[in-house]
């Protein structure tokens, strides 16, 4: 599958861009990983994108093999950068689907660049940046600990198979290697490897969020959106109040619950968001 894609640069003239291309198939579209992963997070789903979709998947500035910017990972800044790569990239508007973090950098270049957006697939997107919360800073302040001291992608995996998951029905919290699938956490591992850890240290004392008002920016965003909801028992990040917010602040917003799916929707449940996904797209079609 690899073999059908062409990985490329991009220097948006502060930061070199790592991003990979496939065929192209059909309007662009620009797959945005979560925090901390890089374009390769999208590899089990990227197969059945390619015959129709012309796909982008670019490496966010201090993740994947893109470039480092010591003190530049404000969420404007990783806005700015997609906006860059859209206009000098990509030849027409963009669908973009963005994963995690993806999803509120995609909420930003929607608001920010409505022209170069066709629509949005936002996969349980983190859309409130604020990490004032004391348990986010712990993790993230963990995470970045650990990205900066582990050096092998097989001490990393170990690591992340020892991390202890709060789950429904078990009275004390589980090792994630008992109940994730290995890929997923390969997946993981081989980009927290190749993570600056500073990308960890905005997200952890809160400049991360600078320059951003959840409200307005979504009020902002136009254009058709297809909103997917993890099950925050599992890990997911949004809770039905924000989801629910969120719609209220879309002009064309779709909400689809998984129930059953882990943060990493297309990792716990692939088949049921690809076929939400598959009918939003199709909409997309009939509507054009």
Not at 84 to 100: C, M, N, R, T, Y
Not at 139 to 145: G, I, M, N, T, Y
Not at 150 to 164: C, G, H, P, R, S
Not at 185 to 213: H, K, M, S
Request: hydrophobic fraction near 45%; charged fraction near 20%.
């Amino acid at each position: 599958m690899e073999g059908l894609l062409e990985e490329s640069t991009f220097d948006t003239g502060t930061v070199t861009i790592n991003y990979a291309e496939g065929p192209s198939s059909g309007r662009s579209l620009v797959l945005l990983h979560g925090g901390a992963g890089s374009w390769r997070s999208f590899l089990t789903v990227i197969p059945k994108l390619l015959p129709k979709w012309h796909v982008y998947a670019p490496d966010f500035r201090g993740h994947g093999r893109s470039g480092r910017v010591p003190g530049g990972y404000r969420w404007i800044n990783f806005v700015e950068d997609t906006i860059a790569f859209l206009h000098h990239q990509v030849s027409e508007p963009a669908i973009l689907w963005g994963s995690s973090f993806g999803g509120a950098i995609a909420v930003g270049v929607a608001a920010q660049a409505p022209d170069f957006v066709l629509a949005l697939v936002l996969e349980d997107a983190w859309l409130d940046l604020q990490t004032s919360n004391d348990e986010t800073r712990q993790f993230l302040r963990h995470r970045r600990d650990l990205v900066a001291s582990v050096e092998t992608l097989d001490e990393m995996i170990l690591a992340l198979k020892n991390e202890l998951v709060a789950l429904p029905g078990h009275d004390k919290p589980v090792k994630r290697g008992v109940v994730e699938d290995d890929v997923e956490i390969r997946l993981e591992a081989g980009g927290l490897i190749q993570l600056d850890p500073e990308v960890y240290t905005f997200g952890w004392d809160g400049r991360l969020a600078e320059g951003y008002d959840m409200d307005v920016v979504l009020g902002q965003v136009v254009c058709p959106v297809l909103l997917l909801q993890a099950n925050p028992v599992l890990g997911g990040l949004m809770d039905d109040e924000l989801a629910a917010h969120a719609m209220t602040l879309f002009s064309q917003g779709r909400l689809v619950s998984i129930p059953e799916a882990r943060h990493s929707i297309l990792q716990s449940q692939p088949e049921v968001a690809m076929q939400a996904v598959n009918k939003f797209l199709e909409s997309l079609s009939e509507a054009a």
